[in-house]
């Protein structure tokens, strides 16, 4: 409730309709997590994840042979030596 909506309810209520939010927020979170965990959620989180880190290489290789031929093999190559150097910092005297 935001604050010109609780300058309307008298002193007495402002308790009672900020505990009423409260318990309202509680109940969806206790919701959410529970059909998180009867969905499975971290299983599925780890197949997504595990899916992204199988495709995102090949489809970096894909995409460097694919402008090999607009920015030349030269140019492709630096672009995805910064990539790598990008994410996997330690990686950059390769």
């Not at 509680?26 to 495709?55: E, P």
């Amino acid at each position: 409730m935001s604050r010109s909506a609780l300058a309307l309810v008298p002193a007495s209520l402002r308790g009672v309709a900020l505990r009423e939010q409260a318990v309202g927020a509680w109940r969806t979170i206790w919701a959410a997590t529970r059909l998180f965990v009867d969905d499975q959620g971290l299983s599925w989180a780890g197949a997504i994840g595990l899916y992204l880190f199988l495709s995102v290489p090949p489809f970096m290789v894909a995409v460097t042979w694919a402008a090999g031929p607009l920015f030349g093999t030269g140019g492709a190559e630096r672009f995805v030596v910064e990539q790598v150097a990008k994410y996997l910092p330690a990686q950059q005297q390769l």
